[in-house]
Nanobody, 121 residues
């Protein structure tokens, strides 16, 4: 059974940083691309970032480019999302997802339960 467990969320002031982690289990980690999505209250879940199976390729939504960095450690079976210069509009539940390379929700087979990120102004 595939499980993805996110951690690292919390409350931070605008301009601050957080690092999210996601540790999938029950799957061959290096065989999947890994994505981060987020969902703010009353809004649809949206793509944030994705990293390829090897880690060589990444893609970001425009609103986080230059502030967020996705990375993965295939030896530790963990994917990270480093978030810097956070803004109040980054407030959302952040989800980790595993599947083929994709920037859309429907492209992923497996999801974590989410971790709350709250940025105060």
């Amino acid at each position: 059974q595939v499980q993805l467990v996110e951690s690292g969320g919390g409350l931070v002031q605008a301009g601050g940083s957080l690092r999210l982690s996601c540790a999938p289990s029950g799957m061959p980690f290096s065989s999947y691309a890994l994505g981060w999505f987020r969902q703010a209250p009353g809004k649809a879940r949206e793509f944030v970032a994705v990293i390829s199976r090897s880690g060589a390729l990444t893609n970001y939504t425009d609103s986080v480019k230059g502030r967020y960095t996705i990375s993965r450690d295939n030896a530790k079976n963990t994917v990270y999302l480093q978030m810097d210069n956070l803004k109040p509009e980054d407030t959302a539940i952040y989800y980790c997802a595993a599947g083929p390379w994709s920037t859309v929700v429907a492209g992923y087979d497996h999801w974590g339960q989410g971790t709350q990120v709250t940025v105060s102004s």
